[in-house]
């Protein structure tokens, strides 16, 4: 059986600065991190699983970048466009009626939903 592994030699001297300065982080840098890991984690998964970032579609690194600034700028388009649908809604005064009806419908399915799989409610 081959074992693989990958070993840290002199050109890696970024990588290792980059260790380092993270050993050296007080709680403050490590609380910040934390929060700001979540947030990103979940757009690098958006980017992997929606829109095609799990394989590049054509060879050559300049053909990945661009993918990558193509699918980052989808994911802030559709961003924005969620914004402004809030803020469109809010100017009228009225609540965005998408969410709400989405709400209202499923409470009123689990409200009438039986108690058991077995016997329908009173």
């Known amino acids: 059986m081959k074992r693989r592994m990958v070993r840290i ?19 403050r840098e490590k609380e910040c991190y934390r929060r700001h890991r979540w947030r990103v984690e979940g757009i690098h998964g958006e ?13 050559g690194l300049w053909n990945v970048a661009i993918q990558a600034y193509l699918t980052a700028a989808v994911i802030n388009l559709k961003r924005l466009a969620a914004l402004l649908f809030v803020l ?27 108690s058991s799989p ?3 409610a009173p």
């Open 88 to 114: 469109v809604c809010a100017l009228a005064g009225k609540a965005c009626r998408r969410g709400r009806a989405r709400c209202t419908s499923q409470r009123r399915h689990h409200a009438s939903a039986p």
């Open 9 to 27: 030699v002199r050109g890696y001297e970024a990588l290792l600065r980059a260790r380092r300065r993270r050993w050296r982080w007080g709680e």
């Open 47 to 59: 980017a992997k699983t929606q829109h095609g970032l799990r394989r590049a579609a054509r060879r």
């Open 118 to 120: 077995g016997r329908m």
